[in-house]
């Protein structure tokens, strides 16, 4: 039994032994700091340069200069010795895209025994919504009030959903009303009927807007629900004939969420679209396998987008090549610069990481809504998405972070940035709710499917969408103290033994829906 003992100690001793160099192995300060001091912002300024250069023409999707920032990145990353992780064993993952813009002559919202909606008049399309080739109808759900973090109700699956959120002094929806609508939009609704008292000289302007084409996700499922504007004078007569006053349900928007089915109401919209054309465009992913056995079959994403908006209407100096210097070229060197840092470092993280550059976010987030329907490896493996979207400008010393309150990510970047003061860079919370951009970049088709997301964002500025958001104006070596932060809280991230979890209200009001 002693002699077992014995054994049993000896071999306990060289598991030790043969596990120490693995432990001791963990990236030591000088390895960190090498890696770290590959992120410079001559670095990030010539990146800039080349991505945001006029020959660029400002990467619209699609383009052939998109196509030439596609391989561009996809060369990087093979130079860093990224595994591919696109389609057939390359770096690039393609996509397409319908478009089609609806008939205003033909398309109609029909009220069973009833009016009969224009558009134009009683209705307004929103071009970024679900365009369905065939006419949808459905019984009525009217929708007033907010979640306030209790899960949403499934009635309006199917249905013709009437939604009335609160507004602000202007007549739009107001910023609380954002989650509800991104919901019903994605989560089976046949379509809706958002009820606003918009002004007439915003409406006129949303009225010439609806005949922009209008993509058509076929990977999407359910598919997006077409979005209208309905004006109060049309839509109050109706309420009132089946007992409800819009009155009162734009008085209650602010309380919770009130669902009243009106089974014997049914609205068919006809949208009657014109196919255009269809698009296809590229999104780059790169691969880093990580070094622990049984982490590794997780990834942290990084991502950024690579387009822009174009060649457009010139400027009082006869400039019309949108350059998107900051808006998104910042974003995505830094996703370049991040992806030779991690592989510069040696040992490797013990969870692997994807770099991802997409396309078509401009349009409204084409290419990161097909690479999370599409993913390399299944949703479910990926614990996190630190997305970087405008972040050369502003401040000197301070970054917003957008979604620390969705999931302990925020906590995370807290301790992160507190043990590098160094940096001189204070992450704080979103300053402009209002604006929405929560939904506004491509994290949003990472949350909305389940992963924790933090969003590093510098705000918008006089050059934002301008032909004027050239390089000369990027702070590069404000931007290489933001990269290096996402640096060290991604390998926080990626070494950590437990994966980033969502606040379960979040979760509820973000996720479960979908």
Do not use: C
Request: aromatic share 8%.
């Amino acid at each position: 039994m002693k002699g077992h003992l014995v054994s049993r100690l000896v071999t306990t001793l060289w598991a030790i032994a043969l596990l120490w160099p693995v432990q001791v192995a963990a990236q030591d300060g000088a390895a960190v700091s090498a890696a770290v001091g590959t992120i410079t912002p001559d670095d990030i300024r010539a990146r800039i340069n080349l991505l945001a250069d006029d020959s660029m023409r400002g990467r619209y999707t699609p383009s052939p200069e998109l196509e030439k920032t596609a391989q561009y990145i996809a060369s990087e990353f093979r130079r860093f010795g990224l595994l591919p992780a696109g389609d057939s064993g390359s770096y690039l993952q393609r996509y397409w895209v319908a478009q089609a813009r609806p008939d205003t002559a033909k398309a109609r919202v029909v009220i069973a025994g009833g009016p009969t909606w224009r558009l134009g008049r009683e209705v307004v399309y929103q071009f970024r919504s679900g365009l369905p080739a065939a006419p949808v109808s459905g019984s009525v759900v009217v929708l007033a009030g907010t979640p306030q973090g209790a899960p949403l109700d499934s009635t309006w699956r199917g249905a013709v959903v009437v939604a009335v959120p609160a507004v602000t002094a202007a007549g739009i929806p107001a910023p609380q009303s954002n989650m509800l609508l991104q919901t019903l939009l994605r989560s089976g609704a046949a379509a809706v009927l958002l009820v606003a008292p918009i002004p007439d000289s915003l409406w006129a302007l949303m009225a010439q807007q609806q005949t922009r084409p209008a993509p058509q996700f076929p990977w999407e499922h359910p598919a997006v629900a077409p979005l209208l504007v309905v004006r109060d004078g049309a839509v109050a007569p109706l309420l009132a004939q089946h007992g409800l006053d819009l009155a009162a349900l734009r008085r209650a928007a602010d309380q919770p969420l009130t669902i009243t089915r009106l089974a014997d109401l049914r609205i068919t919209v006809d949208l009657a679209p014109s196919p255009l054309q269809r698009l296809s465009a590229p999104n780059v992913v790169g691969r880093l396998p990580g070094s622990d056995p049984r982490l590794k079959r997780e990834y942290l994403v990084f991502s950024a987008h690579m387009d822009h908006v174009g060649v457009g209407r010139p400027n009082a100096s006869g400039d019309s090549i949108y350059n998107g210097a900051d808006d998104d070229a910042s974003g995505t060197a830094a996703v370049i610069e991040l992806a030779e840092a991690f592989a510069r470092l040696n040992p490797r993280p013990k969870r692997s990481l994807l770099f991802l550059t997409v396309s078509g976010e401009e349009r409204g987030l084409w290419g990161s809504s097909y690479f999370t329907s599409h993913p390399p490896v299944p949703l479910a493996q990926m614990v996190a998405d630190l997305n970087l979207d405008m972040v050369g400008r502003n401040w000197k010393d301070t970054i917003v972070v957008i979604g620390r309150q969705h999931s302990d990510l925020g906590t995370t970047l807290a301790r992160v940035n507190a043990a590098h003061p160094e940096l001189r860079m204070a992450a704080i919370d979103d300053l402009w709710p209002e604006e929405r951009f929560y939904f506004r970049s491509d994290h949003y088709n990472f949350a909305r499917r389940g992963v924790p997301i933090l969003f590093f964002f510098n705000g918008v500025h006089e050059d934002y969408h301008q032909p004027s958001d050239e390089p000369a104006k990027i702070d590069a070596e404000k931007e290489s103290r933001i990269v290096q932060l996402v640096f060290y809280l991604g390998l926080e991230v990626a070494n950590s033994p437990q994966r980033p979890q969502w606040k379960p209200d979040s979760y509820r009001e973000i996720v479960q829906p979908h």
